[in-house]
Protein backbone atom coordinates (compact mmCIF):
# COMPACT_ATOMS: atom_id res chain seq x y z
CA UNK A 1 0.00 0.00 0.00
CA UNK A 2 1.27 3.50 -0.72
CA UNK A 3 2.49 5.89 1.94
CA UNK A 4 -0.48 9.27 1.64
CA UNK A 5 1.21 12.11 3.02
CA UNK A 6 4.11 13.72 1.84
CA UNK A 7 5.20 16.68 4.97
CA UNK A 8 6.73 19.79 3.51
CA UNK A 9 7.18 22.17 0.55
CA UNK A 10 4.55 24.53 1.05
CA UNK A 11 4.31 26.98 -1.59
CA UNK A 12 5.49 23.90 -3.98
CA UNK A 13 2.90 23.39 -6.50
CA UNK A 14 2.40 20.97 -9.68
CA UNK A 15 -1.08 19.46 -10.76
CA UNK A 16 -1.13 16.58 -9.13
CA UNK A 17 -0.45 18.12 -6.12
CA UNK A 18 -2.29 21.13 -6.00
CA UNK A 19 -5.52 19.35 -5.70
CA UNK A 20 -4.76 17.51 -2.36
CA UNK A 21 -2.75 20.54 -0.27
CA UNK A 22 -3.77 20.78 2.67
CA UNK A 23 -2.16 22.86 5.91
CA UNK A 24 1.63 22.32 4.11
CA UNK A 25 1.05 18.81 3.52
CA UNK A 26 0.74 16.44 0.66
CA UNK A 27 -1.74 13.83 0.11
CA UNK A 28 -1.40 11.31 -2.25
CA UNK A 29 -4.23 8.75 -2.60
CA UNK A 30 -3.49 5.79 -0.91
CA UNK A 31 -4.94 2.02 -0.57
CA UNK A 32 -5.28 2.01 3.18
CA UNK A 33 -2.18 3.19 4.99
CA UNK A 34 -2.10 6.58 6.71
CA UNK A 35 1.60 6.50 7.90
CA UNK A 36 3.61 10.03 6.27
CA UNK A 37 6.25 10.68 5.28
CA UNK A 38 8.91 13.52 6.03
CA UNK A 39 10.63 14.59 2.62
CA UNK A 40 13.25 17.25 2.97
CA UNK A 41 14.29 17.47 -0.60
CA UNK A 42 11.86 18.77 -2.80
CA UNK A 43 13.09 16.50 -6.29
CA UNK A 44 12.04 13.36 -4.09
CA UNK A 45 8.58 15.19 -3.38
CA UNK A 46 7.84 15.44 -7.00
CA UNK A 47 8.90 12.40 -8.11
CA UNK A 48 7.18 11.06 -4.97
CA UNK A 49 3.92 12.95 -6.31
CA UNK A 50 4.47 12.01 -9.97
CA UNK A 51 4.57 8.44 -8.94
CA UNK A 52 1.99 7.90 -6.67
CA UNK A 53 4.09 7.70 -3.17
CA UNK A 54 5.54 4.69 -2.38
CA UNK A 55 4.48 1.36 -0.86
CA UNK A 56 5.38 -0.29 2.57
CA UNK A 57 3.98 -3.32 4.15
CA UNK A 58 0.88 -3.61 6.20
CA UNK A 59 2.93 -4.40 9.26
CA UNK A 60 5.23 -1.69 8.46
CA UNK A 61 2.03 0.69 8.06
CA UNK A 62 1.19 -0.51 11.48
CA UNK A 63 4.13 0.37 13.27
CA UNK A 64 4.70 3.48 12.15
CA UNK A 65 0.79 4.30 13.23
CA UNK A 66 1.52 2.10 16.87
CA UNK A 67 4.41 4.66 17.52
CA UNK A 68 3.30 7.88 16.16
CA UNK A 69 6.59 7.81 13.91
CA UNK A 70 6.91 8.78 10.17
CA UNK A 71 9.65 7.75 7.10
CA UNK A 72 12.57 10.39 6.83
CA UNK A 73 13.45 10.20 3.08
CA UNK A 74 16.45 12.19 1.48
CA UNK A 75 17.71 11.54 -1.83
CA UNK A 76 18.89 12.90 -5.09
CA UNK A 77 19.19 12.31 -8.61
CA UNK A 78 21.67 13.95 -11.44
CA UNK A 79 22.95 13.39 -14.95
CA UNK A 80 26.61 13.05 -14.54
CA UNK A 81 28.53 13.10 -17.56
CA UNK A 82 26.11 11.21 -19.36
CA UNK A 83 25.38 8.93 -16.67
CA UNK A 84 22.02 8.64 -14.62
CA UNK A 85 23.19 8.57 -11.00
CA UNK A 86 20.44 8.43 -8.03
CA UNK A 87 20.88 7.69 -4.10
CA UNK A 88 18.29 7.60 -1.52
CA UNK A 89 18.17 7.35 2.56
CA UNK A 90 15.18 6.60 4.40
CA UNK A 91 15.20 6.70 8.50
CA UNK A 92 12.54 6.85 11.07
CA UNK A 93 11.36 9.83 12.19
CA UNK A 94 10.09 11.30 15.62
CA UNK A 95 8.01 14.17 14.12
CA UNK A 96 6.98 15.23 17.74
CA UNK A 97 10.56 16.01 18.70
CA UNK A 98 12.32 15.56 15.91
CA UNK A 99 14.50 12.71 16.67
CA UNK A 100 15.56 10.21 13.79
CA UNK A 101 16.96 6.76 13.96
CA UNK A 102 20.31 6.02 13.64
CA UNK A 103 19.69 2.95 11.16
CA UNK A 104 18.80 3.73 8.21
CA UNK A 105 18.32 2.10 4.91
CA UNK A 106 20.25 3.63 1.66
CA UNK A 107 20.41 3.14 -2.18
CA UNK A 108 22.41 3.97 -5.04
CA UNK A 109 21.95 3.70 -8.53
CA UNK A 110 23.72 5.09 -11.64
CA UNK A 111 23.30 3.61 -15.23
CA UNK A 112 25.33 4.82 -18.66
CA UNK A 113 22.46 3.04 -21.03
CA UNK A 114 20.54 6.22 -20.35
CA UNK A 115 21.53 9.33 -19.37
CA UNK A 116 18.66 11.45 -19.14
CA UNK A 117 17.16 13.06 -16.13
CA UNK A 118 13.99 11.42 -16.20
CA UNK A 119 15.52 7.81 -16.40
CA UNK A 120 17.58 9.37 -13.21
CA UNK A 121 14.23 10.21 -11.85
CA UNK A 122 12.95 6.67 -11.80
CA UNK A 123 16.20 5.56 -10.31
CA UNK A 124 15.65 7.59 -7.41
CA UNK A 125 12.07 5.89 -7.03
CA UNK A 126 13.80 2.92 -7.25
CA UNK A 127 16.18 3.75 -4.86
CA UNK A 128 14.13 5.15 -2.69
CA UNK A 129 12.08 1.90 -2.66
CA UNK A 130 15.48 -0.46 -2.28
CA UNK A 131 16.05 1.70 0.75
CA UNK A 132 12.63 1.37 2.33
CA UNK A 133 13.07 -2.41 1.75
CA UNK A 134 16.90 -2.20 3.24
CA UNK A 135 15.53 -0.61 6.63
CA UNK A 136 15.11 -2.37 9.44
CA UNK A 137 11.98 -1.02 10.93
CA UNK A 138 11.62 -2.70 14.26
CA UNK A 139 15.26 -1.85 14.86
CA UNK A 140 14.99 1.81 14.25
CA UNK A 141 11.87 2.00 16.28
CA UNK A 142 13.38 0.49 19.08
CA UNK A 143 16.27 3.08 18.61
CA UNK A 144 13.45 5.74 18.82
CA UNK A 145 11.88 4.71 21.44
CA UNK A 146 15.72 4.39 23.82
CA UNK A 147 15.74 8.36 22.48
CA UNK A 148 12.02 9.00 23.92
CA UNK A 149 13.02 7.11 26.85
CA UNK A 150 16.08 9.18 27.84
CA UNK A 151 14.28 12.49 26.58
CA UNK A 152 11.55 11.96 29.52
CA UNK A 153 14.36 11.22 32.04
CA UNK A 154 16.15 13.87 31.28
CA UNK A 155 12.74 16.36 31.23
CA UNK A 156 11.68 14.90 34.52
CA UNK A 157 15.20 14.97 36.11
CA UNK A 158 15.58 18.66 34.98
CA UNK A 159 11.47 19.04 36.20
CA UNK A 160 10.53 20.17 32.43
CA UNK A 161 6.95 18.78 31.86
CA UNK A 162 5.61 17.28 28.64
Known amino acids: MSI ?3 Q ?3 G ?3 AVATAFLCAGTWALPSMACTAFSSVEVP ?3 DVAIANGGYEISDIQCQLLQR ?5 QVIGYSKVLSGTAVSWAEVRLK ?3 IGTVSDLAGLSTFANSANGTQAFADQLLLTAIKEAIGRLNFDVAAAQ ?3 YRAKAL ?3 SASGVKR
Not at 67 to 71: E, I, N, P, S, W
Open 4 to 6: FVI
Open 8 to 10: GGV
Open 12 to 14: MRS
Open 43 to 45: QVR
Open 67 to 71: KGLVL
Open 94 to 96: DPA
Open 144 to 146: IDN
Open 153 to 155: ANN
